[in-house]
């Protein structure tokens, strides 16, 4: 797509804004009254989002209910926010697991590397975004909050089919 830029002459002299206000206004009715205009009633209408949408993370749980994290260090190591936060443990069979695996969700730019990273496919970025805290503190979600999201998870981009048709 070619982006075209429109190069506007500073006015010289003394200007009537009238002029400017009227076009605003004749505008904003014609948009109005335009049967085409893209109106969504949120929350009642929703957009369908794209599979590749990236927002809020989940973390997806084995058969009986454990996290799939194998606390590897990957995704903190490459998160490029640095807003994941990963203790590690180890069970007495020598498996590791998270004793603490936070992501503070304000600090997150989403991009999606955690996801392309872990080698468990445990974290995921998912097909959400209302998630409307009132207070910074509840944007940080634990374990237990990022298995119990159910939304659907992150498409990630194939190479095989870049336009994911
Ligand atoms: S999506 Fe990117 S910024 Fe967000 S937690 Fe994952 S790696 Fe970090
Ligand atoms: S990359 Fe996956 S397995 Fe490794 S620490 Fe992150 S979530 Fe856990």
């Known amino acids: 797509?070619?982006?075209?830029?429109?190069?506007?002459?500073?006015?010289v002299g003394e200007v009537s804004y009238l002029r400017a206000t009227v076009k605003g206004l004749a505008l904003t009715f014609k948009?109005?009254?335009?049967?085409?205009k893209v109106t969504v009633q949120y929350p009642e209408e929703r957009w369908d989002i794209s599979p590749r949408w990236r927002g809020?993370?989940?973390?997806?749980?084995t058969e009986d209910g454990k996290a799939k994290c194998v606390a590897c260090g990957l995704?903190?190591?490459v998160c490029p926010a640095n807003c994941i936060k990963l203790v590690p443990g180890e069970d007495e069979d020598g498996n590791r697991?998270?004793?603490?695996?936070?992501i503070d969700e304000f600090r997150c730019i989403f991009c999606g590397y955690c996801q392309e990273v872990c080698p468990e496919e445990a974290i995921h970025v998912g097909r959400h975004y209302e998630?409307?805290?009132?207070?910074?503190?509840r944007f940080v979600y634990d374990l237990e909050r990022l298995t119990s999201q159910s939304h659907a998870v992150c498409e990630m981009w194939d190479p095989a089919d870049p336009k994911g048709e």
Do not use: W
């Open 1 to 11: 797509m070619t982006i075209k830029v429109k190069v506007l002459e500073r006015p």
């Open 31 to 36: 948009h109005l009254v335009d049967p085409h």
């Open 56 to 61: 809020t993370h989940r973390m997806l749980t």
């Open 75 to 77: 995704c903190p190591t």
């Open 97 to 102: 697991y998270p004793l603490v695996f936070e």
């Open 131 to 137: 998630n409307a805290e009132y207070s910074r503190d």
